[in-house]
């Protein structure tokens, strides 16, 4: 066990819907990264969170969008959901603000499901 | 930008025998690496790093991974494969200012 908590573990939606994943990191972790893993695209970092304020940000589409909350939990907002949006959805999290020494600790993951 | 290659889609190996995973990566800076495994339907687990010192990183379960600068390669090794060691193995490297980028993963397969 990581530490990372994820919910729901399951979505499934419809097309043109919106959701919202939620992430606790590890306790005493600042930094929180969302990743998203496919098929064809493998494990794709989306955007990170260092204590409140966005750190950086990857390949994340205008339709997404993510915050972290005083208690430094995290959520994911995906919206006009597509079928092609349908993957995983990882959150780590770690104690290093650049990632750099510390290696990040992920969580189990939400796999969402758009029909 | 950086990159990451695992040019194996799949590594077979029986039991008992050495096990190596490639990786070779392209980064501006300093790389930072990382070895992480996923096992089916579970988030990724850290194995082991690289930040600076001995090219030689030692991490859980057994794993060990050689750093060649020359080479750009940070293959992953055990000296006896296990059958539970049968999982999707990531690399990832990262400079000072980038991201982690991640490989497309290789599934390792060790067969009794």
């Known amino acids: 066990d990581s530490g990372v908590t994820q919910t729901p573990k399951h979505l499934i939606t419809a097309t043109g819907q919106r959701v919202t994943l939620r992430c606790s990191p590890r306790?005493?972790?600042?930094?929180v990264y969302w990743y998203q893993q496919s098929l064809d695209q493998g494990l794709q970092f989306l955007i990170q969170?260092?204590?409140?304020?966005?750190?950086a940000k990857g390949n994340i589409l205008e339709r997404f969008s993510a915050q972290q909350f005083p208690d430094l939990h995290s959520e994911l907002n995906l919206s006009s959901l597509e079928l092609g949006d349908s993957a995983l959805y990882f959150c780590a999290s770690s104690g290093d603000p650049s990632g750099v020494r510390y290696e990040q600790f992920f969580g189990p993951g939400t796999r969402l499901t758009v029909l | 930008a950086q990159s990451v290659a695992q040019p194996e889609d799949q590594v077979n190996v029986a039991e008992g025998n050495p096990l190596t995973v490639k990786c070779t990566y392209s980064?501006?800076?300093?790389?930072?690496l990382f070895w992480y495994v996923q096992y089916p339907n579970r988030g990724l687990q850290f194995l082991l790093k690289y930040i600076t010192g001995d090219n030689l990183v030692k991490g859980s379960y057994g794993f060990e991974a050689e750093f060649n600068k020359s080479q750009t390669s940070f293959h992953l090794k055990k000296p006896s494969a296990l059958v539970s060691d049968s999982a999707l193995y990531f690399c990832a490297v990262r400079d000072r200012r980038t991201p982690l980028v991640f490989g497309k993963g290789t599934r390792l397969s060790v067969i009794a």
């Open positions: 306790s005493g972790d600042l930094s």
């Open positions: 980064v501006s800076g300093n790389p930072y």
């Open positions: 969170y260092y204590n409140g304020e966005e750190r």
